[in-house]
Structures are given as C-alpha cells and as structure tokens.
Antibody, heavy 128, light 111 residues
Framework: QLQLQESGSGLVKPSQTLSLTCAVS??????????WSWIRQPPGKGLEWIGY???????YYNPSLKSRVTISVDRSKNQFSLKLSSVTAADTAVYYC????????????????????WGQGTLVTVSS | QSALTQPASVSGSPGQSITISCTGT?????????VSWYQQHPGKAPKLMIY???NRPSGVSNRFSGSKSGNTASLTISGLQAEDEADYYC???????????FGGGTKLTVL
C-alpha cells in the first residue's frame, strides 16, 4: 500500500519558483508500472493535471504549464519533486501528488488517467 | 487541451439513482476506454471510484458504476446514501498531449 506525503513551501512570492516534494513509502519509486504525478486544485475550483514522470525518467506535462514545469525523481530518497517557475496568483492552489498505473506498448508508456494513491495535499499561496 | 464537460450540480433523494455525465472529444473520452471517476469530500484528497470506464477498484461499493457512449461517459450511483454527497470528477487520457484531462467537477447533493 503506497503512501504519499507532500512537503514544501506554503508561501511563494510572485515571479519566483514553487518547489514541492512528494515522499513515497510502502513501495519503491524505482519499480516500474507506476506514474508519479502532480495535480492541483485552486481554491473552490476543479482538478488540473500538471504532469507525471515514470520509471524511465520520461515526463509528460500539461501543455498549458509545460514551459514552466519540471518534474524529477530522487531515487536515493524515494521521492519525486515539482518545480513551477514564474508563478503568479493564478498558481495558488492545493497541490496533490498522486500515483497510478502506467501502460506500456512499443516502448512508450502512458497513464490512463487513473490515480489510486494520493497525498493529502498541500496549499501553496502565491503572494508578496 | 480543454477540460471535459460535466454538469455543475446534480441532486437526488436517499435510495434513488443519479447519473453524472462527462463529455469530451474523440481525442479523449470518445477515442479510448480510459475514463476514470473520482469522489472528493470537502477538505479531502480525491478517491478513485471507477477506472477504465467501468472498473471498480477493490473496496468501492458496487452502487457505483460507469459506462460510455461515444464522446460521453457516465457515472451512475444507485441507492443514494447521505455519505455519497461530494464532488465528483471525471478524467481521461488525451492523445492531444499524451497526458490527462479532468472534468470541471459535479457537486452531488443528497436531499
């Protein structure tokens, strides 16, 4: 049973970089078959997929955020991270890390959009 | 990629059945059997209720079922209970970004 726990700064100034980490327990982030994802939810609004990384290190990002997002894995610490640059107030949200199965065919892997493990979420506020 | 379209709200009385729709395009809902549904109670993380259109994860009540026709997927909850009152989100794989797209969410009120 995987457990995910987000950590990072809860307050970021406009134009700076948001950095969050998701610690994984109950399983190895290096084992295949799972995506390691970030999803956010602005206050009172719906869910927005940010992106994910999987065991090969390949990443997929939401096109609307792609120019500002980096997701990476630290296998030694069994955790993965999110960096979002040039933040504005519109980036204020609860940020969730999540994991779910990926499916591989012809050497290409992708998520079906099902995430069965979630962190509890962390609120990040962008304000000066 | 555009968000999938869900009704803002639905309601029903205890014991009744309700259906929530999720409309996309041939690049997401209509093109693949990769639709998931999530339940979210206030202040909590989403919980996976249905994956790959109609499959229930272990532990999810069989009162929850999913289906799809063309570009529209549906979540049906039968025998409504007070604890079903929550926000519900659909998601789908999208070939436009080889990523994931969510619906805008539907608030379910149990009267």
């Amino acid at each position: 049973q995987l457990q995910l726990q987000e950590s990072g700064s809860g307050l970021v100034k406009p134009s700076q970089t948001l950095s969050l980490t998701c610690a994984v327990s109950g399983g190895s982030i290096s084992s295949g078959g799972y995506s390691w994802s970030w999803i956010r939810q602005p206050p009172g609004k719906g869910l927005e997929w940010i992106g994910y990384i999987y065991h090969s290190g390949s990443t997929y990002y939401n096109p609307s955020l792609k120019s500002r997002v980096t997701i990476s894995v630290d296998r030694s610490k069994n955790q993965f991270s999110l960096k979002l640059s040039s933040v504005t107030a519109a980036d204020t949200a609860v940020y969730y890390c999540a994991s779910g199965p990926i499916y591989c065919t012809g050497g290409v892997c992708y998520s079906h959009g099902s995430f069965d493990y979630w962190g509890q979420g962390t609120l990040v506020t962008v304000s000066s | 990629q555009s968000a999938l379209t869900q009704p803002a709200s639905v309601s029903g009385s205890p014991g009744q059945s309700i259906t929530i729709s999720c409309t996309g395009t041939s690049s997401d809902v209509g093109g693949y059997n990769y639709v998931s549904w999530y339940q979210q109670h206030p202040g909590k993380a989403p919980k996976l209720m249905i994956y790959d259109v109609s499959n229930r994860p272990s532990g999810v009540s069989n009162r929850f079922s999913g289906s799809k026709s063309g570009n529209t997927a549906s979540l049906t909850i039968s025998g409504l209970q007070a604890e079903d009152e929550a926000d519900y989100y659909c998601s789908s794989y999208t070939s436009s970004s080889t990523g994931v797209v969510f619906g805008g969410g539907t608030k379910l009120t149990v009267l």
